[in-house]
C-alpha cells in the first residue's frame, strides 16, 4: 500500500523557516512526480508546489514562489519554507501523482499543521 | 494563471438523488480532475483527464466536459458521498496548478 507520511510542521513566527518531510513507502518513489497541496482554515485546498520524478523540474505556485524550494532524494519530499507569513498557516499535504510529473495527485498523506503567528 | 470556478457552492440533496457539480475555467484546459474530500480525511482523486474514473471509484461518479466546462455527476447518492469536491486543473505552460473553490454536497 502507498504510505505518505508528513512531518515537520508546528508554530513558528512570521518571517521564520520551516522544513517539510514526506516519507514515502509502498511504491517506487523515484518513478513518480510529487507535490505539495495545503488547505488553510476553513478554506479550499490550494496547490503549493510540484516536483518531476528526478527532481529534474519543479514549480510553484505565485503565493509562495521565491520564498519555498521543494526537493526530493531518499525516498522522501521536502519543502523548506522561508520568510512565512501568517497567511501560510495550514494543513500541509503531500500527494504522489499518477505520472513522473505532477498533474493529477492520486494518493495523499494525511498532512501536517504549519501555524504562523506571534 | 487559469481560474476555476466552481458552481454552486452548496449543493442539498437527499441520499439516492442525482448531483450535477459545474466547473468553468477561464480559459481552455487540458488537464481537468475531480476530487472528493472529507472533514480530517485525505483527498481522494476521483476523476482524471476530465472523464476518466481513477482506481476503485464507484461507476457512479462520472465526469463530462471539455475546453472550458466540466461537470462532476453522481448518479445515485450514497450517505459516503457526501462531502465537498474540487476540480483541479494543470496548465501546459507554465505547469501550475489550480483548484476550484469547491462544492459542498449536503444531505437535504
Known amino acids: 500500500d502507498v504510505q505518505l507520511v508528513e512531518s515537520g510542521g508546528g508554530v513558528v513566527r512570521p518571517g521564520g523557516s520551516l522544513r517539510l518531510s514526506c516519507a514515502a513507502s509502498?511504491?517506487?518513489?523515484?518513478?513518480?512526480?510529487m507535490s505539495w497541496v495545503r488547505q488553510a482554515p476553513g478554506k479550499g485546498l490550494e496547490w503549493v508546489s510540484g516536483?518531476?520524478?528526478?527532481?529534474?523540474s519543479t514549480a510553484y505556485a505565485d503565493s509562495v514562489k521565491g520564498r519555498f524550494t521543494i526537493s526530493r532524494g531518499n525516498g522522501k519530499l521536502y519543502l523548506q519554507m522561508n520568510s512565512l507569513r501568517n497567511e501560510d498557516t495550514a494543513l500541509y499535504y503531500c500527494?504522489?501523482?499518477?505520472?513522473?510529473?505532477?498533474?493529477?495527485?492520486?494518493?495523499w498523506g494525511q498532512g501536517t499543521l504549519v501555524t504562523v503567528s506571534t | 494563471e487559469i481560474v476555476l470556478t466552481q458552481s454552486p457552492a452548496t449543493l442539498s440533496l437527499s441520499p439516492g438523488e442525482r448531483a450535477t457539480l459545474s466547473c468553468r475555467a477561464s480559459?481552455?484546459?487540458?488537464?481537468l480532475a475531480w476530487y472528493q474530500h472529507k472533514p480530517g480525511q485525505a483527498p481522494r482523486l476521483l476523476i482524471y483527464?476530465?472523464?476518466d474514473r481513477a482506481t476503485g471509484i464507484p461507476a457512479r461518479f462520472s465526469g463530462s466536459g471539455s475546453g472550458t466546462d466540466f461537470t462532476l455527476t453522481i448518479s445515485s447518492l450514497e450517505p459516503e458521498d457526501f462531502a465537498v469536491y474540487y476540480c483541479?486543473?494543470?496548465?501546459?505552460?507554465?505547469?501550475?496548478?489550480?483548484f476550484g473553490g469547491g462544492t459542498k454536497v449536503e444531505i437535504k
Open positions: 500527494a504522489r501523482d499518477r505520472i513522473e510529473q505532477w498533474l493529477y495527485f492520486e494518493s
Open positions: 509502498g511504491f517506487s518513489f523515484d518513478d513518480y512526480g
Open positions: 516536483i518531476n520524478w528526478d527532481g529534474g
Open positions: 480559459q481552455s484546459v487540458s488537464y
Open positions: 483527464d476530465a472523464s
Open positions: 483541479q486543473q494543470r496548465g501546459s505552460w507554465p505547469p501550475v496548478v489550480t
